[in-house]
Each structure stands twice: as structure tokens, then as C-alpha cells.
């Protein structure tokens, strides 16, 4: 399939969609070559069908399966990327007291008793090992932010000195428009130009949406209740938009934020550098964090 062209002055943008790692992801580059930028967005899919199989549960010879398939019993040594990744998601963890967590269990009677501090890393082994027997671990959570940062690397590596990529909606970009203006929501994506963070600047930026589809379920019935799986108040938010310099980091902090509610959520960005939140509540109120404008 050609990339579609959308002409701008005497650039172009170049689009391409896929179906990737289950979700519709869109590659847009600038250039002014037809061939040379399908030839780079080619190459942006094999980088993320790489991590989606580096990433997968699905193969029984996959690196996670054998560290899931010894949870307590040995550790399971990795490759240095893999191993680097557990690692960021264990200080994701200790950064958001838990809230995100890539361990999970098939057995309820003991999912309370099994958390991110059950899985132990041996830097100078390289090794991964589940303590509890029945542990698992997934990236559901941050598999495509990471992907996109990767197609991003490679992207940037081949000189596209400007681009986006659309990950089932988180999106990551880089560089300048055609005509030199930069890249906004509503330019990158164009189904949240309604959104009120729409025009909002994420050049060089990552930008990633959590919806909470359960707020409906519990937040007007227990308003102000406490989320008993770490204290925080639990507040009707609808939505919360995370804008970091990685996709990882903003795919994986969207969904916590949203459990650990306005205040908490807010005042946790506002201690990290780069970083910005917008949420939006039931009733369609807007809270920001610092540095951060919204028209």
C-alpha cells in the first residue's frame, strides 16, 4: 500500500496505517520523496512487529513466557532491552506507589498478595525472576508507547528529521510541519480536534489518553470513596491526558493517574520534570498541571 500524501508547500506528509500489536497504528513522516518515505515507514513496522514479538505471551519460546513459565522457581536470564524495560516499569511502579504494576496472577485467591516488588532483577546476571509460583508479568500496559518510541529511533536514524506516529490513538512527534509550524493534537490527529487540549503543542513530545470506562459503574455511587488498593480518593474522572518526552512513559502513566484521582494525579506530575497532565472530570471540567497552558 502507498503512503498517503498530503501536500504542504514544497514538502509533504507522507501517512501510512496498519494493524499493529492488535490496534490501528498511523506512521506519518516528512519529505519529498514518495519512495523514500514508504521506505522508512516500512521500516518503522518491522521495528514495531519486532517489539511485538520481543513483547508477546503469545509464543510458547517467548523470553516472557519462560519467565513467567519459572515464577517461583529460578530466575530466567534476558536480553539487555527486555531487561531494561522491566526495569523503567519497576520505578513506574515505585514513582506511582504501585498503581502501575505489570505483575498479575490467574489465581484470585492470591492476586492481593502479589505486586511488582515480587519480581527480582540481578543487573550483573541479567536475570528476571517471578518469587511467587502462579505470578505473571504483561506490557499490555506500555507495549505500544514503547514501540512507537522505538519506530521513532529507527525513523530518526534513516534522517526524518520530522514525524508522528499514532499508536491506537497515543501519539508521539517529532521535528516540524511542512510549514515550519509544530506539531499540535488536532494536527497530529485529527479525530481530538473537538478535544479542549486540541492546538495543544506535542512536538518532540509524547501525548497519551486514558479513558475510564468504569466511572460510570462506581463514581457517582461512591463519590469520595477510597480506592482500598492504595488510599487514594477515588474522584469521577472521566479522562486523563499524560504529555512526556517518551510514548512509554506516557501510556504507562494514563491509567494511573486516573485511579489515583485529580489531586493525587496532579500533584504526582507536578514533581516530574518534562512532564504535564490534563484531566477531565464528569462534568466535563478541566484541571491542568503546572507548565502546561490550555486555550
Known amino acids: 500500500m502507498l503512503a498517503i500524501k498530503t501536500l504542504v508547500s ?28 514508504q521506505e522508512r515507514i516500512n521500516d518503522a513496522i518491522k521495528e514495531i512487529n519486532r517489539v511485538d514479538k520481543l513483547l508477546s ?27 531494561r524495560l522491566i526495569d523503567r516499569s519497576l520505578q513506574i511502579s515505585e514513582l506511582t506507589y504501585g498503581v502501575f504494576d505489570i505483575s498479575y496472577t490467574t489465581g484470585d485467591k492470591v492476586s492481593a498478595k502479589i505486586n511488582y516488588n515480587h519480581i527480582v532483577l540481578d543487573p550483573a546476571a541479567q536475570t528476571v525472576f517471578l518469587t511467587k509460583a502462579g505470578m505473571r508479568i504483561s506490557f499490555a500496559a506500555n507495549a505500544k508507547g514503547y ?7 529507527v525513523l530518526q536514524m534513516q534522517d526524518v528529521s520530522s514525524g ?24 497530529a490527529d ?39 488498593a492504595n488510599g487514594f480518593e477515588v474522584s469521577a474522572i472521566q479522562s486523563v491526558s499524560i504529555l512526556s518526552p517518551t510514548a512509554e512513559l506516557a501510556d504507562a502513566m494514563a491509567t ?19 512532564m504535564a497532565c490534563v484531566i477531565i472530570d464528569d462534568n466535563k471540567r478541566m484541571y491542568t498541571s503546572k507548565h502546561i497552558a490550555i486555550n
Open 10 to 37: 514544497n514538502l509533504s506528509v507522507y501517512r501510512h496505517s496498519a494493524m499493529l500489536m492488535g490496534d490501528r497504528f498511523e506512521i506519518s513522516v516528512v519529505g519529498d520523496n514518495p519512495g523514500w518515505a
Open 57 to 83: 505471551t503469545f509464543g510458547e519460546d517467548s523470553t516472557i513466557n519462560q519467565v513467567n513459565r519459572n515464577a517461583g522457581i529460578k530466575p530466567v536470564k534476558v536480553n539487555p532491552e527486555l531487561y
Open 147 to 153: 514501540a512507537a518510541d522505538r519506530a521513532k529511533y
Open 164 to 187: 508522528v506516529i499514532n499508536a491506537g490513538g497515543d501519539l508521539l512527534a517529532w521535528g516540524l510541519q511542512p510549514d515550519n509550524e509544530e506539531w499540535t493534537v488536532g494536527a
Open 190 to 228: 485529527i479525530e481530538q480536534e473537538n478535544q479542549p487540549y486540541a492546538g495543544l503543542n506535542i512536538s518532540n513530545m509524547a501525548f497519551a489518553t486514558s479513558v475510564n470506562n468504569n466511572h460510570y459503574k462506581t463514581a457517582n455511587k461512591f463519590p469520595g470513596a477510597i480506592n482500598p
Open 256 to 274: 494511573p493517574v486516573i485511579k489515583m484521582g485529580v489531586n493525587a494525579g496532579i500533584y504526582l506530575i507536578n514533581q516530574l520534570n518534562q
